[in-house]
C-alpha cells in the first residue's frame, strides 16, 4: 500500500478504529515463540564497493520480521527502521556508532589491525593482482573491525540479558543475502535451535587452501590449530548457551591479540575455525555444503534432521566452565547509624546495577541512637524492600558486623555481602581505572562472584583490590599479629614503625589468578577487613563463628585470620578490580565513631 493509500484509509476509519490502526503501527506485534533465545546482530554502512546499502537496508527489514527476541547494535540515523517493524516487548536497541562505541570496544586490536591490512607483504600474497588486495578486509578500514568484534558484541548482551534468556546467537543483518528468509519467519527454523546451544555451536563448510584462508597464513592456522586445516567455521550463525560464550569469548580474545601481533589476519572465520580445532569438543559443529550457504542447517532444523559433527576420539576432554548460580540465593547486610540521607545515597548507587539489592534479600542493621532516624529508616526499608533490624544503641562496625554473621547463619540465604552505609559502587558508565590500574566497573557483577565462589570454595572474596588508605598488595595483617607471629613470618622484618605506616612493610603472598566471565581474580593470604566482602556460609562460620570475641575489632580479625589463612584453614581472595566507592556525605563526630 502507497503512503496516500494509507492516509486515505486511516481518514476513513471511525475514531476508535483509527487509534487502534495508529496503535498497532507504533507497536508492531511480532509473536515470539522461543523465549528463551536472544538473537543479536548489527547493521552499518562501511561503503561496501559493488553492494549498494539499499540492498542491505531491504535485506534487513526482512530480517526483522524473524518472531524472535532481538538484540540490534545499530547507529542512530538507521534505528527507525527497527521500530518500522518491532516493539520494546521483544526487541532491544543499542545506538551503536562505529566511530565512538564500535572502535572503543575494538581498540586493544585496532592499530595492529590496521597495521597488517595496510601492510603490502600481507595483501600482495595472493599477488599484486589477486583476491586479497581489493577484498573488503583490505580495501575497508571497518570492515574487519566490524566482524572481528562479532564476538564480543555478542557476549556483552549476554550480560546485559535485557530478555533474560540462557541461549544466545549471533545472525548477520544480511543473512537474507544467502538464505531464504521465510525459513526463519514462515518455518520458524530458530524455533528448534535450543538443543544444538547446550555447548557452542558453529557452521562449518570444507576449504582447501594452499597458501592462505581469508589472508591468514595457511601454515600458520596449521600450526595455531595443531593440525592440517581442511574446514572453515563460518561467521554468519554462532552462539550457545551463555557460560561457554563467555568461555568463548576470552579464548577468542587471546587468539585474535596473539595472531594480529604476529602480522596474521584473516576475518572472525579464521579465529573460529582455530578454536574449533583446538577444542572440539567444546565447539560443536554442523557441516555444510561446499558453498558455505547455511541454509542447509535451516532446512535440516525445520525436517528435525540436524546432525552434529563427532568430537574426534583423539580430542583431548576439556572441562566446560560452565556453573549453574540459578538456584543460589545472596543477601546483602548494611549497617548505618544515624544518618538516613547517606544509607539512600549508597543505596540509589547499588540499584543502578544489575540484581544487587534487586533480586537480594536485604537487611538493614540500624545501629542509629536518636528516634527520628530509626523511623525514617524504617520509611526507607519500606521503599527499597530491606528487612529493618533495630539495634537500639551504637554498637559500632564490628558490632554491627558480627551481627550480620550470626544472623545470616540462620538463614536460608547461600551467600551474603557486608556493607557499611558509605561503601557505594561506582556506576555502569565509570571508564575510570584505580590508582592499581583496575577498573572500576564491572558488569554482571552479582552473578560473577556467585559463580567465583561456586567453583573456587573461597572462604571469603573481597570486592575491591584498591581501598581508601591501603591495597591489597601489602599485608596489613603485618600490623596486627602478635610480635611472636610477626617474628615467624618475617624474621627479617619484624619491627613495626615508632609512628604511622611501613612504606617497606611486607606484602601479600599471592597463589593463584584465575578467570570468570572476563572477571580476574587472585588468591593468596589476602587479609582480612571491613571493606565489602562476599562470603558463603562456610567462611563466614571460619571467620567470626568458630571463634568469638565479646569485644571484636577488626584488627583482631585480621590477625585471627591472617594465622588461619598460614595454617590453610581459610581459603580468601580478592577481584583484580575495584568497583567499591568509598563515598561518605554525611559526618559523624569522632566520638560516636566506633568499633563495638
Known amino acids: 500500500m502507497e503512503l496516500s493509500e494509507l492516509l486515505q484509509h486511516i481518514n476513513s476509519l471511525g475514531e476508535s478504529d483509527r487509534v487502534n490502526l495508529l496503535e498497532h503501527l507504533k507497536s508492531p506485534n511480532i509473536d515470539v515463540t522461543n523465549n528463551d533465545l536472544t538473537v543479536v546482530t548489527g547493521l552499518w554502512n562501511i561503503g561496501r564497493p559493488g553492494r549498494d546499502f539499499s540492498h542491505y537496508i531491504e535485506n534487513f527489514k526482512k530480517f526483522l520480521e524473524i518472531p524472535v527476541n532481538m538484540f540490534?547494535?545499530?547507529?542512530?540515523e538507521y534505528e527507525y527502521l527497527v521500530w518500522e517493524k518491532r516493539s520494546s516487548k521483544n526487541t532491544y536497541v543499542k545506538v551503536y556508532e562505529l566511530e565512538t562505541e564500535l572502535k572503543n570496544l575494538y581498540a586493544p586490536f585496532w592499530e595492529e589491525t590496521q597495521k597488517v591490512r595496510?601492510?603490502?607483504?600481507?595483501?600482495?600474497?595472493?599477488?599484486?593482482?589477486?583476491?586479497?588486495?581489493?577484498?573488503?578486509?583490505?580495501?575497508?578500514?571497518?570492515?574487519?573491525p566490524?566482524?572481528?568484534?562479532?564476538?564480543?558484541?555478542?557476549?556483552?548482551?549476554?550480560?546485559?540479558?535485557?530478555?533474560?534468556?540462557?541461549?544466545?546467537?549471533?545472525?548477520?543483518?544480511?543473512?537474507?543475502?544467502?538464505?531464504?528468509?521465510?525459513?526463519?519467519?514462515?518455518?520458524?527454523?530458530?524455533?528448534?535451535?535450543?538443543?544444538?546451544?547446550?555447548?557452542?555451536?558453529?557452521?562449518?563448510?570444507?576449504?582447501?587452501?594452499?597458501d592462505e584462508i581469508h589472508g591468514?597464513?595457511?601454515?600458520?592456522?596449521?600450526?595455531?590449530?595443531?593440525?592440517?586445516?581442511?574446514?572453515?567455521?563460518?561467521?554468519?550463525?554462532?552462539?550457545?548457551?551463555?557460560?561457554?560464550?563467555?568461555?568463548a569469548n576470552s579464548e577468542y580474545y587471546i587468539l585474535l591479540q596473539?595472531?594480529?601481533?604476529?602480522?596474521?589476519?584473516?576475518?572472525?572465520?579464521?579465529?573460529?575455525?582455530?578454536?574449533?580445532?583446538?577444542?572440539?569438543?567444546?565447539?560443536?559443529?554442523?557441516?555444510l555444503d561446499s558453498n558455505g550457504f547455511i541454509v542447509k542447517f535451516a532446512q535440516a532444523l525445520i525436517d528435525d534432521k540436524v546432525e552434529l559433527e563427532a568430537i574426534p576420539k583423539t580430542a583431548i576432554r576439556h572441562s566446560p566452565l560452565v556453573i549453574d548460580i540459578s538456584k543460589l540465593k545472596m543477601s546483602v547486610y548494611m549497617l548505618?547509624?544515624?544518618?538516613?540521607?547517606?544509607?539512600?545515597?549508597?543505596?540509589?548507587?547499588?540499584?543502578?546495577?544489575?540484581?544487587?539489592?534487586?533480586?537480594?534479600?536485604?537487611?538493614?542493621?540500624?545501629n542509629s541512637t536518636n528516634e527520628e532516624s530509626r523511623e525514617s529508616n524504617k520509611l526507607l526499608c519500606e521503599k527499597y524492600n530491606f528487612e529493618h533490624i533495630i539495634t537500639g544503641k551504637n554498637g559500632?562496625?564490628?558490632?554491627?558486623?558480627?551481627?550480620?554473621?550470626?544472623?545470616?547463619?540462620?538463614?536460608?540465604?547461600?551467600?551474603?555481602?557486608?556493607?557499611?552505609?558509605?561503601?557505594?559502587?561506582?556506576?555502569?558508565?565509570?571508564?575510570?581505572?584505580?590508582?592499581?590500574?583496575?577498573?572500576?566497573?564491572?558488569?554482571?557483577?552479582?552473578?560473577?562472584?556467585?559463580?567465583?565462589?561456586?567453583?573456587?570454595?573461597?572462604?571469603?572474596?573481597?570486592?575491591?583490590?584498591?581501598?581508601?588508605?591501603?591495597?591489597?598488595?601489602?599485608?596489613?595483617?603485618?600490623y596486627n599479629v602478635p610480635q611472636e607471629i610477626r617474628s615467624e613470618f618475617w624474621p627479617l622484618y619484624d619491627r613495626l614503625p615508632e609512628t604511622g605506616l611501613d612504606p617497606d612493610s611486607p606484602k601479600t603472598e599471592f597463589n593463584n589468578i584465575n578467570v570468570i566471565d572476563g572477571v580476574s581474580y587472585i588468591s593468596g593470604d589476602i587479609y582480612y577487613a571491613n571493606w565489602p566482602t562476599v562470603m558463603g556460609k562456610q567462611g563466614n562460620k571460619r571467620v567470626f563463628l568458630d571463634v568469638k570475641w565479646a569485644h571484636p575489632y577488626e584488627?583482631?580479625?585480621?590477625?585471627?585470620?591472617?594465622?588461619?589463612?598460614?595454617?590453610?584453614?581459610?581459603?580468601?581472595?580478592?577481584?583484580?578490580?575495584?568497583?567499591?566507592?568509598?563515598?561518605?556525605?554525611?559526618?559523624?563526630?569522632?566520638e560516636e565513631r566506633r568499633e563495638n
Open 258 to 287: 596473539r595472531s594480529l601481533a604476529q602480522g596474521l589476519m584473516g576475518t572472525e572465520e579464521s579465529i573460529f575455525t582455530i578454536m574449533s580445532y583446538l577444542y572440539p569438543d567444546r565447539y560443536r559443529r554442523y557441516a
Open 146 to 210: 566490524i566482524v572481528q568484534s562479532k564476538m564480543f558484541l555478542l557476549n556483552d548482551v549476554t550480560i546485559w540479558n535485557p530478555f533474560n534468556t540462557e541461549y544466545f546467537i549471533w545472525l548477520d543483518a544480511g543473512i537474507g543475502n544467502t538464505v531464504d528468509i521465510n525459513y526463519f519467519t514462515r518455518d520458524k527454523a530458530l524455533d528448534k535451535l535450543l538443543p544444538y546451544l547446550e555447548s557452542f555451536l558453529f557452521l562449518s563448510f570444507p576449504y582447501e587452501a594452499n
Open 555 to 590: 584488627q583482631t580479625w585480621m590477625s585471627y585470620v591472617f594465622q588461619e589463612c598460614k595454617k590453610g584453614n581459610i581459603k580468601p581472595a580478592v577481584l583484580l578490580a575495584s568497583p567499591v566507592d568509598h563515598d561518605r556525605i554525611a559526618h559523624y563526630t569522632p
Open 72 to 76: 540490534i547494535y545499530i547507529p542512530k
Open 216 to 247: 591468514f597464513k595457511y601454515s600458520e592456522m596449521n600450526r595455531y590449530s595443531r593440525e592440517k586445516v581442511e574446514y572453515v567455521c563460518r561467521g554468519g550463525l554462532f552462539g550457545g548457551k551463555k557460560e561457554y560464550i563467555n568461555q
Open 396 to 478: 559500632g562496625i564490628c558490632g554491627g558486623r558480627q551481627l550480620a554473621a550470626e544472623h545470616f547463619n540462620e538463614s536460608d540465604s547461600d551467600y551474603y555481602l557486608f556493607l557499611e552505609d558509605d561503601m557505594g559502587i561506582h556506576p555502569p558508565d565509570t571508564t575510570e581505572f584505580c590508582r592499581n590500574g583496575f577498573r572500576k566497573f564491572v558488569p554482571n557483577l552479582h552473578d560473577t562472584v556467585l559463580k567465583i565462589m561456586e567453583k573456587e570454595q573461597f572462604d571469603y572474596l573481597k570486592l575491591s583490590y584498591t581501598e581508601v588508605y591501603m591495597d591489597n598488595n601489602i599485608q596489613v595483617s603485618w
Open 336 to 366: 548505618t547509624f544515624n544518618f538516613t540521607h547517606q544509607l539512600e545515597h549508597t543505596i540509589q548507587k547499588w540499584l543502578k546495577h544489575d540484581k544487587w539489592l534487586q533480586t537480594t534479600r536485604n537487611i538493614l542493621i540500624d
Open 118 to 144: 595496510t601492510n603490502p607483504d600481507w595483501y600482495n600474497q595472493t599477488g599484486e593482482d589477486g583476491w586479497l588486495k581489493s577484498s573488503p578486509q583490505a580495501a575497508l578500514e571497518w570492515y574487519n
